[in-house]
């Protein structure tokens, strides 16, 4: 227990002091004017995305779950997804999102406890998978620019595939079988270790005679993500034409005491920022997303922010501004979360008695994820 706290308290200073090193590289005040500037109503349509693409992922995990039995409403479903954004987001380091909706679930459907605990991994999988798609389509079209990540992210997907192949094929099936049988029954000494094993592994099994809902998720994937990747090309939009606004329109008070070149060079990085195409965010938006995923911080705390900085970069984005879109994104979601955090006053007895004593790490707060 100590050494997962300590765990936990090293990964909350690693965000934390990760997150302070981008804002002063980037500059405190340039990070701060480009929010303060930006354009309302592109940042609300985008927001509306992002909520739109959270309930559109929940609904994905309740398909997943409807279609191995498990009895949970698309309501339910609903509820426990904002309840685990809530956790992801704005209860970092404590009990992971994922772990309050697998503990939750198994205890609505104590039959299948295993079924519900794979459900929200391979509703996890399926998201991540769906991302790396979609910079695996893209990247070869800026293929020079992006070619480091590109071995990481067709290597993704090919151990994906790999995993994939083995947890559905039944020669894979069979000879993990043998392999659990031989090495004991459920009485002997790591049978509890055994019997789990073989739960999720009939489990997964069970997605394999149901391919064709983990098609309609995979789909619904590609369509959250592509929502979150068109909001962040909003937020882009709204910072951008927010902050050439205020130069335009108050050149007095914006001018003051600054040199023409400087304000200049300012006009000209929002309008770089405005520039950058659809087609680019397609394949930067899915990097930052699944390197954001990795569990080195809470939510990806840091971590996103340094990636936004360097690979928007590449698409001469001026660092400030890569990362006040970053941080815009960030406050969109927590905002969400806190329809989550409603649902949990509203539920708070059920949801703490399923995550009494249990711990796990946050992921990405991102849909995505």
């Known amino acids: 227990m100590k050494r997962q706290r300590v765990i936990k308290l090293l ?49 994905r995990w309740h398909l997943l779950m409807h279609s191995v039995g498990l009895n949970t409403t698309t309501g339910t479903a609903l509820r426990l997804g904002f309840i685990g954004v809530f956790f992801n987001n704005l209860v970092p380091g404590l009990t992971g999102g994922d772990l309050v909706r697998a503990i939750y679930v198994a205890r609505e459907n104590p039959n299948q406890r295993a ?15 769906a991302l790396a798609i979609i910079a695996a389509v893209v990247i070869p079209l800026n293929f020079d620019r992006y070619g480091e990540a590109a071995i990481g992210i067709y290597g993704f997907l090919a151990v994906a595939g790999l995993g994939a192949v083995i947890a559905l094929s039944r020669r894979a099936k069979t000879a993990i079988g043998a392999l659990i049988n031989r090495r004991g029954g459920d009485d002997s000494p790591d049978g509890k270790v055994i019997g789990t094993l073989r739960k999720c592994d009939q489990a997964v ?55 023409p070149a400087a304000l200049e060079q300012q006009a000209e990085a929002l309008r770089n920022l405005q520039s950058v195409s659809l087609t680019a965010y397609c394949s930067i938006v899915p990097i930052i997303m699944i ?12 971590v ?24 815009t994104y960030r406050i969109t979601v ?27 790490d946050s992921g990405s707060g991102s849909p995505e994820s």
Request: proline letters at 2%; glycine letters at 10%; charged letters at 15%.
């Open 11 to 59: 990964k909350l200073l690693f965000a934390a002091g990760l997150t302070a090193f981008v804002i002063h590289k980037a500059g405190v005040d340039k990070i701060a004017a480009a929010l303060s500037d930006i354009d309302l109503t592109g940042w609300v349509i985008g927001s509306g995305l992002v909520l739109t693409a959270n309930c559109l992922a929940m609904v």
């Open 115 to 129: 079924s519900a605990a794979i459900s929200v991994a391979v509703d996890r999988i399926i998201g991540i998978v």
């Open 205 to 259: 099994s069970m997605y394999r005679d149901r391919l064709g809902s983990v098609f309609v998720a995979l789909v619904m994937s590609f369509a959250v993500h592509l929502l979150i990747i068109f909001a962040l090309y909003l937020f882009a939009h709204a910072i951008a034409s927010g902050g050439l606004a205020k130069l335009e329109e108050a050149p007095a008070a914006v001018t003051l005491g600054a040199e």
């Open 291 to 302: 390197g954001s995923a990795v569990p080195v911080a809470p939510a990806g705390w840091g």
């Open 304 to 327: 996103g922010e340094v990636l936004f900085a360097h690979f928007f970069k590449t698409v001469n984005v001026q660092e400030s501004l890569a990362v006040a879109l970053s941080f």
């Open 334 to 360: 927590l905002l969400v979360s806190l329809i989550g955090g409603l649902m949990l006053i509203l539920d708070r007895r059920r949801v703490l008695e399923a995550t009494s004593g249990q711990e796990g």
